[in-house]
């Protein structure tokens, strides 16, 4: 039941998560330390991955940066929402999985991130 929780908690969130982290310091701080940190040049068929993406204020904009980006959340709610900012523009390295990276999400995300098989 905690972990059911959890995630209703998320949910409820991400109705309010934009509108409080789009101008939260710290966060924004976060996103230029990430953005300076980054290599400019290809991930060398690699992509980046976006642990908890949300509703993916982070994801999206990487993408939009042209990097290959994975964004994974548990939130259904927050998907959607991270989601609905990929539709409409031209992001075609840019992918959106629903998962618990607590639970075992190896053979979903070897795709794009292992060479062998977990």
Partial sequence: MKERSGIQLWDWMAFIYDRFYQNFPPYLR????????????????????DAGCGTGLLTVELARRGYPVVGVD???VM?????GKKDGEKLGRLFFLEKDLNVNACQELEKFFFRESC
């Fill in 30 to 49: 976060l996103h230029q330390e990430i953005f300076k940190n980054l290599p400019t040049s290809s991930l060398e068929g690699g992509y980046l991955l």
């Fill in 79 to 83: 998907l959607r929402q991270a989601r």
């Fill in 74 to 76: 548990r939130s259904s």
